[in-house]
């Protein structure tokens, strides 16, 4: 189905295409060129509204993965990108945009745990990145942070207003959490309403670290860099904030950070922002347009959310 996209824009002739289930915001497929190498497509569905949500971000994002790539001490722990033929990092169509990477062989973590010795090679991986910052040759406008609230509006209206009307299934799932969400996003409001936004050190972060996004083989890969952003380190290092392996991050990004200390309050504003920002999504995509849409495992997602709220 995409074999004319991958011949014209790529130059590959495909033997197999496969399609992978995972990806939340893009289809994914493993490819098997007649060359005899591997690859990973992510399709990115137009109608979709994280897609018209991450437009400009994600033209910047690749690219800046595809400068790392090339360029930084990186590049064995990160997915790399392949261009088009005409050295893009992007391809786009009417109905979707593509971006290719090399296939990754090895195991994604998922919910399992990471075990210490994988787990300080991350944490690397992570203090390394944060080394870049805005001296990068990059416009970095569409991905600064600004520490908007995006959702708020349109998650409190539904809350407040849509919610009666909405589908029988969102319907039950939220019924009993109405009041909890619209108390946390006052809380994430004067949260962001208090943030000191001039006396921050920005960095290039990738805001969503988890074990979807790593895969361990021999090494340590990080992947999905769709939400690179210049930010405040917290943006990374609230996954990690007192979990169990947190002091063991910590001494190894001071090894390259000496001199980091914690915002307590950027670790809140991002713990909560992630929370919400998923449940909008997740509210927003069980309501919209958008083609093959899996209900129950978007529902429970959603479910999965309010443990953390
Ligand atoms: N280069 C790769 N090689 C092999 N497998 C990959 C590669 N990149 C991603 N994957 C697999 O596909 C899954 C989805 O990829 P990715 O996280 O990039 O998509 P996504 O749609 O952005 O997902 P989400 O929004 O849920 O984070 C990953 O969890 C991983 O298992
Ligand atoms: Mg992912």
Request: proline content about 1%.
């Amino acid at each position: 189905m995409y074999e004319d996209v991958l011949r014209h824009v790529y130059n590959i002739d495909t033997y197999k295409i496969q399609q992978i289930k995972g990806g939340w915001s893009a289809f994914a497929y493993k490819i098997q060129g007649n060359n005899q190498k591997e690859y990973f497509l992510k399709v990115y569905d137009k109608m979709r509204p994280s897609t018209q949500n991450m437009y400009k971000s994600l033209h910047v994002s690749s690219q800046i993965l595809s400068w790392l790539n090339s360029y930084s001490s990186l590049t064995n722990n990160i997915v790399e990108l392949i261009n088009t033929v005409d050295n893009q990092c992007i391809y786009e169509d009417e109905k979707n945009i593509y971006i290719l990477y090399k296939y990754i062989h090895g195991k994604t973590l998922r919910d399992e745990k990471i075990s210490n010795t994988h787990f300080n090679i991350l944490s690397n991986i992570i203090a390394k990145l944060h080394t870049y910052g805005n001296t990068i040759s990059f416009d970095l406008t569409a991905i600064t942070e600004d520490f908007n609230i995006f959702f708020y509006d349109n998650l409190l209206n539904f809350i407040t207003k849509q919610y009666s009307s909405c589908s029988e299934d969102l319907k039950e799932v939220l019924s009993d959490y109405l009041n909890l969400i619209v108390n946390q996003l006052e809380g994430l409001m004067n949260i962001q309403k208090n943030i000191d936004k001039e006396n921050i050190n920005y960095r290039l972060c990738h805001t969503d670290i988890h074990g979807g996004n790593i895969i361990i083989s021999d090494r340590v890969h990080l992947l999905d860099f769709d939400n690179l952003l210049l930010a405040p380190v917290e943006a990374d290092l609230f996954a990690f904030y007192q979990k169990p392996q947190w002091e063991l991050l910590l001494s190894c990004y001071r090894k390259t950070h000496p001199d980091y200390k914690v915002n307590e309050q950027l670790m809140e504003f991002y713990h909560l922002r992630r929370v919400l920002i998923d449940i909008w999504e997740e509210i927003e995509l069980l309501e919209s347009n958008a083609h093959n849409v899996d209900r129950a495992a978007s529902l429970s997602n959603l479910r999965q959310q309010f443990k953390w709220l």
